[in-house]
Nanobody, 118 residues
Framework: EVQLVESGGGLVQPGGSLRLSCAASGFIFSRYALSWVRQAPGKGLEWVST????????FYADSVKGRFSISRDNAKNTLYLQMNSLKPEDTAMYYC???????????RGQGTQVTVSS
């Protein structure tokens, strides 16, 4: 059974930083590209970032480019998202996802809440 468990969310002031983690199990982690997606209140899922299976290629939405950094540790079956210079518009539930297809994902975790507010 594929399991994705996110952690690391919380309340942070504008300009602050958070590091999200996603612990994966139930599949061969190193064989899959993985993504972070988010959903703000009242809005649909938004793709944030993707990393390839080996960690050598990364991709970002324009809204987070230069502020967020995706990475992975294949030895620990863990995906990360380092978020810097956070803005109120980054407030959302953040999910790690496998097999993102543009409007959804075949697998995603339960999410971790990020709230950016003073």
């Amino acid at each position: 059974e594929v399991q994705l468990v996110e952690s690391g969310g919380g309340l942070v002031q504008p300009g602050g930083s958070l590091r999200l983690s996603c612990a994966a199990s139930g599949f061969i982690f190193s064989r899959y590209a993985l993504s972070w997606v988010r959903q703000a209140p009242g809005k649909g899922l938004e793709w944030v970032s993707t990393i390839d299976s080996g960690g050598g290629s990364t991709f970002y939405a324009d809204s987070v480019k230069g502020r967020f950094s995706i990475s992975r540790d294949n030895a620990k079956n863990t995906l990360y998202l380092q978020m810097n210079s956070l803005k109120p518009e980054d407030t959302a539930m953040y999910y790690c996802a496998r097999e993102w297809y543009g409007s959804g994902a075949n697998y995603r975790g339960q999410g971790t809440q990020v709230t950016v507010s003073s």
